[in-house]
């Protein structure tokens, strides 16, 4: 998923929430007030010019998301370039505008901090179609490691009810699932407040593994306790696990060697050989190529199944035609018949008719003739 893409999912969130009247539209004013925003937490220079001239009052009324992108596109999203801005500020942005008019728990509240980290992680893994949906498969991919930090088990009841969202969920049903009372039965809040957080950090952070290390300083040569936190493309230390204060930090690249056989660096060093920038973005592209294999397989089946049946249907109508065929040809042949023997009667009865003449014919010419 390139930036753009995970930018845009958090603004579509943004733009829809201020469609109050759900028509597709937003008023100039409060695409106004969004763009300033946006301005601010991408650290890009404001263009008021362009911002007063796009959005100026005229008669033309609300816009559309299409009317709002070309805008959105050249004089924001063309300007953003990573590593620039707190990406964690502008995601938040959008979802404090999107849970005030969205979040309605059926059930348990999520904590806001718990909601809006579930909420990055279901548009890190949701599809790059509108309106964002999250398919079965991620869904049983992101609970299983909900369950699996929380020592939980999913039930086969839970997984086949997960399996049967045949299209998907939004990310409003799919937040009233994590809280459903199915999910939480032997999970306390606590728990799963700190296992959201544990995978938001490692999806959405990519951190591949982060704990307490012994580190030897460079001038003293002292051992000190350090919170390490290991990403694809560094090896960070600080102060404590609040992240607060770096130490310091080790870039990851393709000249680092491991003299002690530790999967999470060597895995670093695999991304960044393979030119990868995240672990989970590749395991998502190849969930992503696995389920486009099984859908073109699906389709292939159903392609098959299809010619079968219209093959079988094609012999049934060639079947029924030819017994048609046979039934005329029948009632053809005995009307034939019916024919031939009536010829025949009436060939009988005219020679019996001739005969009967013939006869009478005969016996006149016999009898005597009167004389006068």
Known sequence: MSLRTELLKSVWYAFTSLDTEKSGKVSKSQLKVLSHNLYTVFNIPHDPVALEDHFRDDDDGPVSSQGYMPYLNQYILDKVVEGTFV????????????????????????????????????????????????VPDEVQYLLQKLFTITRSEMGEMELGEVLSLEHGVSVWQFLDLVTSPKILRSISMETLSMAIQDIYKEIIQDVLKQGYLLKKATLRRMWTERWFVLKPKVLSYYVSEDCKEMKGSIAIDKDCVVEVSMWTIQTGIRLQQSGSASLHRELQSKRREQREQ??????????????????????ERQHRELEQLRESQKK?????????????????????????????????????????
């Open 87 to 134: 990406k964690e500020s502008f995601h938040e942005l959008c979802w404090t505008l999107t849970a005030k008019k969205n979040y309605r728990p059926t059930g348990v509240a999520l904590p806001n901090q718990d909601a809006f980290h579930l909420w990055c992680l279901f548009n890190y893994l949701s599809e790059d179609t509108y309106p964002l949906i999250m």
């Open 332 to 372: 053809a042949e005995e009307a034939m018949m019916q024919e031939k023997l009536k010829h025949q009667e009436q060939q009988e009865e005219l020679q019996r008719l001739l005969t009967g003449q013939l006869r009478e014919a005969e016996e006149a010419s016999n009898e005597p003739k009167m004389v006068n």
């Open 294 to 315: 099984r859908e073109l397989r699906r389709v292939a089946r159903e392609q098959e199944l299809q010619r079968l049946t219209e093959l079988k249907s094609e012999k």
